[in-house]
């Protein structure tokens, strides 16, 4: 399936670089397309991107925020485990609990 994904993305990026590129080269819509873009849309589309980056980086920010927490505490749980050089089941099953609540956080 991630095969398929990647070729189709690719097929669309060339696509759209072809586009681009190509196209207002041989049709004359490069001075068309400037009309569109004025200084409003242009700041239009400017804002939304950098709206959509800071969202983004919102959420990385949170999820790694709760990263650091929660491996703290897998560290704290695998270190008093380990404090007398013994594994019990208990302390095993908690160990492995921790370690999970860490990767569950990017699911």
Known sequence: MN???SRYTFISAMFVLFAMFALPAYAGIVQTAKKWFSGEALALVIS???ALVSGVSGIMYARSV???RETGEFLSVLGSA???NRLTRDELAQIIREG???F???R
Do not use: G, M, P, Q
Request: hydrophobic content about 50%; glycine content about 0%.
């Open 3 to 5: 095969t398929r994904f």
């Open 48 to 50: 939304a991107v950098a």
């Open 66 to 68: 709760k990263t650091f």
């Open 82 to 84: 380990l404090e007398d």
């Open 100 to 102: 999970r609540d860490i």
């Open 104 to 106: 569950s956080i990017w």
